[in-house]
């Protein structure tokens, strides 16, 4: 079984700083990208920021120069840096990462369960 379990979620004032982890376990063989995206309700779930194995890096243009992704390879862990919020980047966070298990063939999709992100006075 393989889960992948976020934490840094929370409240916080316009111009404030959140940093979001994910963690990836279980039977692992690799991981290749991993990646945040958000929702909001009654809307889809958008893209916020992706990370390959090799650290290469790609961001909705929202919040370009203000959120930063990055990983730790040996911890099979991805953050999210995320600074100068807004009140429109409330939404549930939710991580995600292309999975190959130890003894299976293929790459498989996984969804961590999400954590709320408020930004509000």
Same mark, same amino acid.
């Given at each position: 079984? @393989?889960? !992948?379990? *976020? $934490?840094?979620?929370?409240? /916080? ?11 990836? #376990?279980? #039977?692992? =063989?690799?991981?290749?990208? +991993?990646?945040?995206?958000?929702? /909001?309700? *009654? ?9 390959? =194995? ?7 243009? $929202? /919040? ?13 862990t991805?953050?999210?840096? +995320?600074?100068? !919020?807004?009140? *429109?980047?409330?939404? @549930? ?5 292309g ?5 299976? /063939? ?13 930004? =509000? $006075?």
């Amino acid at each position: 079984q @393989v889960r !992948l379990v *976020e $934490s840094g979620g929370g409240l /916080v004032q316009p111009g404030g700083s959140l940093r979001l982890a994910c963690a990836a #376990s279980g #039977s692992i =063989s690799s991981i290749d990208d +991993m990646g945040w995206y958000r929702q /909001v309700p *009654e809307k889809q779930r958008d893209l916020v920021a992706t990370i390959s =194995s090799g650290g290469v890096t790609n961001y909705a243009d $929202s /919040v370009k120069g203000r959120f930063t992704i990055s990983r730790d390879n040996a911890k099979n862990t991805v953050y999210l840096q +995320m600074n100068s !919020l807004k009140p *429109e980047d409330t939404a @549930v966070y939710y991580c995600n990462a292309g999975i190959r298990r130890n003894g299976q /063939v293929g790459t498989f999709n996984y969804w961590g369960q999400g954590t709320q992100v408020t930004v =509000s $006075s």
